[in-house]
Nanobody, 120 residues
Framework: QVQLVESGGGLVQAGGSLRLSCAAS????????MGWFRQAPGKEREFVAA????????RYADSVKGRFTISRDNAKNVVYLQMNSLKPEDTAVYYC?????????????WGQGTQVAVSS
């Protein structure tokens, strides 16, 4: 089992950058695929980015491709989401999640979320 804690959210102007972090507990972090998801007010939670256990494979939602970068440091049990060229439509609560299956499915463990607000 793994516990996840996100940090790094905040208020930023459009065009700015933020880096989210997700710290994981447990000695098996490197066996999990990790993902970032977000939920805006009144909307369904949506996929943002994911990375496989080694960091050798990543995938992104079309809406963030070229602006966001997911990475991980297995020695530190941390996954990051670097967000550049932020837009007001990126405003949401961002969650990290862990999957024992793959970057595509099986996200059984979730953090509590961190708020990102982008002003125009």
């Amino acid at each position: 089992q793994v516990q996840l804690v996100e940090s790094g959210g905040g208020l930023v102007q459009a065009g700015g950058s933020l880096r989210l972090s997700c710290a994981a507990s447990g000695r098996t972090f490197s066996s999990y695929a990790m993902g970032w998801f977000r939920q805006a007010p009144g909307k369904e939670r949506e996929f943002v980015a994911a990375i496989n256990w080694s960091g050798g494979y990543t995938r992104y939602a079309d809406s963030v491709k070229g602006r966001f970068t997911i990475s991980r440091d297995n020695a530190k049990n941390v996954v990051y989401l670097q967000m550049n060229s932020l837009k007001p439509e990126d405003t949401a609560v961002y969650y990290c999640a862990a999957s024992r299956s793959s970057v595509w499915t099986g996200y059984d463990y979730w953090g509590q979320g961190t708020q990102v607000a982008v002003s125009s």
